[in-house]
């Protein structure tokens, strides 16, 4: 069965970094996409970022893009995203999620369409993250 775990800082600071981690089982790293969503409240689900090992796409969403990188690393089937120069509205929790066979469809991994969480078939329980002023 395929099983994702989040994991990582659940208290942390304006300005500092979050590193989140996603553990993954149950399927092999040749054919996947593996995104990043959060969901702060009373906001939308939002995509953040997607690494998709099929073919080597890479996408950080607008909010993230130039202060984060996603890496995943095949062996220990995990999916790393970091988050440089914390801000408030980053406070959410966030869930990891994987696309086994991955969908392919243009170089953000669904993540730029408000229904794309739909092209994913597993999900992690997800993670509070709280970001002090």
């Known amino acids: 069965e395929v099983q994702l775990v989040e994991s990582g800082a659940e208290l942390v600071q304006t300005g500092g970094s979050l590193k989140l981690s996603c553990s993954a089982s149950g399927f092999s790293f040749d054919d996947y996409a593996v995104a990043w969503f959060r969901q702060g409240p009373g906001k939308e689900r939002e995509g953040v970022s997607c690494i998709r090992g099929t073919d080597g796409t890479i996408y950080y969403s607008e909010a993230l893009r130039g202060r984060s990188t996603i890496s995943a690393d095949n062996v220990k089937k995990t999916v790393v995203l970091q988050i440089d120069n914390l801000k408030p509205e980053d406070a959410a929790r966030y869930y990891c999620?994987?696309?086994?066979?991955?969908?392919?469809?243009?170089?953000?991994?669904?993540?730029?369409?408000?229904?794309?969480?739909?092209?994913?078939?597993?999900w992690g329980q997800g993670l509070q993250v709280t970001v002090s002023p």
């Open positions: 999620a994987a696309d086994v066979p991955a969908a392919l469809d243009g170089s953000s991994c669904h993540l730029q369409r408000g229904v794309g969480w739909m092209e994913y078939d597993y």
